[in-house]
């Protein structure tokens, strides 16, 4: 297993006539010790990684290096799929990720008219949506300004990453909060959470983990930590002790404390913050959900924070989705091999294009993607159904 995800960490290289060279490398290594192998039933697998490696020479002889360089990452991913199945066939599996019995793509599409000030960062805040999705979808320009009365359209599926009976999922690439009340979805509200690490800058990770909810304050007054107040002091800008209710409050009018040390779900009087990586770990909610929320929520609910930019999910109809997003706080160090580790401990390699694949990966476009391979290229040797995991 390391020897395979070694190899799946080395193809991830610029596209460039080097890179491509070192792709080659890599896939024919990749590529000669499947060789040595009798695959039998796994045969068509094997010839596909074959047809793969050769359409990367011929892209690399025609001087195509960035085509070349893609298709010889995929010729090792796919050898990489083929050597696991082949250990799984000689013993049993010792890293495996364990799937969720989620198979809930959630959320609508739906137009939105816009209201007086609103801005796209504003609207892609209330409804937990990515400016770059809104603008794509509406056909904006760079810089529009939206106008009162317009329509928008917009698109708010995603992927649930755990199912619980009762209570709270926070997952922290998603930026969303999941509220389940008796096995089922109640609601999912868009928030922000605590800053990545950049370049020498401090990040302020909100943690993972199991928490409850031991208060619940309205209109709280803000004991601005130490912490704070240096970094804030640090850029010229002096804050008091505390910061009463009202306005300036950036806790807004309602809060949660939560059992994990200095972590609130608070509202906040910056709305426009909401569905990004802004807080100083806190998790700030929508002013107008949090109220929502305030009133939903009881003491003693249970919660768990949980980090899995990669979500994968069937369809009522069988088709599999995969929701990427970007790793802001490094801790997957490489998508492609998240991916991989989801979709194969669900056995579920041959039912996906993973051509498709790297391409959801590429884009960690945050929005379920279609990754399914069609019924006329599905390979006979395919087991199993995909439910749904997080990676």
Same mark, same amino acid.
């Given at each position: 297993? @390391?020897?395979?995800?070694? $190899? ?21 290594? $990749? ?31 025609? *001087?195509? %290096? ?12 796919? &050898? ?16 495996a ?43 904006? *320009? ?6 009162a ?7 708010t599926?995603? +992927? ?35 800053k990545? #690490? ?12 199991? %928490?409850? +909810? ?21 850029? @010229?800008k ?13 806790? &807004?009018?309602?809060?949660l404390?939560?059992?994990i ?15 990004? %990586?802004? #807080? ?19 003491? *003693?609910?249970? @919660? ?22 970007p ?16 979709? $194969? ?8 294009d ?10 960690? #476009? ?9 019924? #006329? ?12 995991? &997080? &990676?």
């Amino acid at each position: 297993m @390391g020897r395979v995800l070694a $190899t799946l960490a080395l193809v991830l290289v610029a596209g460039t006539g080097i890179a491509a060279d070192l792709g080659n490398s890599e896939a024919l290594e $990749t590529l000669g010790r499947l060789r040595s192998r009798d695959w039998e039933e796994l045969s068509p697998e094997f010839r596909s990684v074959e047809d793969t490696y050769a359409r990367a020479k011929a892209a690399a002889a025609r *001087k195509e %290096f960035p085509e070349a360089e893609r298709l010889f990452r995929l010729a090792t991913l796919k &050898g990489a799929i083929l050597e696991r199945k082949g250990l799984e066939e000689e013993q049993a599996v010792a890293e495996a990720v364990e799937p969720d019995d989620s198979s809930r793509l959630v959320g609508d599409e739906f137009y939105y008219r816009v209201r007086k000030r609103d801005t796209v960062r504003l609207v892609a805040a209330k409804f937990g949506v990515s400016q770059r999705n809104i603008i794509r979808l509406n056909r904006l *320009k760079k810089g529009e300004h939206l106008q009162a009365g317009q329509r928008l359209k917009i698109v708010t599926r995603r +992927i649930v990453p755990k199912e619980i009976e009762q209570g709270i999922v926070i997952n922290i690439p998603d930026r969303t909060m999941y509220l389940f009340r008796d096995g089922k979805l109640a609601s999912m509200y868009p928030v922000a959470v605590g800053k990545p #690490s950049f370049k020498e800058k401090r990040g302020w990770h909100t943690p993972t983990g199991n %928490f409850t +909810i031991v208060g619940k304050i309205r209109d709280p007054v803000w004991k601005v930590p130490l912490s704070i107040k240096n970094e804030m002091k640090s850029q @010229g800008k002096d804050l008091p002790e505390e910061v009463p209710p009202g306005v300036g409050n950036p806790l &807004g009018k309602y809060a949660l404390r939560t059992s994990i040390p200095g972590i609130l779900i608070h509202g906040t009087n910056a709305p426009a913050s909401i569905y990004g %990586f802004s #807080s100083h770990g806190c998790i700030r909610v929508y002013p107008d959900h949090m109220e929502q929320l305030f009133r939903d929520v009881r003491l *003693k609910t249970l @919660g768990e924070i949980v980090y899995r930019p990669v979500k994968v999910a069937q369809s009522e109809d069988g088709r599999v989705f995969m929701e990427v997003h970007p790793d802001v706080y490094d801790r997957v160090k490489n998508l492609e091999i998240e991916a991989w580790k989801i979709i $194969t401990n669900n056995n579920v390699n041959a039912r996906v294009d993973w051509e498709k694949v790297m391409r959801a990966v590429d884009s960690r #476009s945050g929005v379920p993607e279609d990754i399914t391979l069609e019924p #006329s290229r599905v390979h006979s040797g395919s087991k199993g159904l995909l439910k749904v995991a &997080g &990676g």
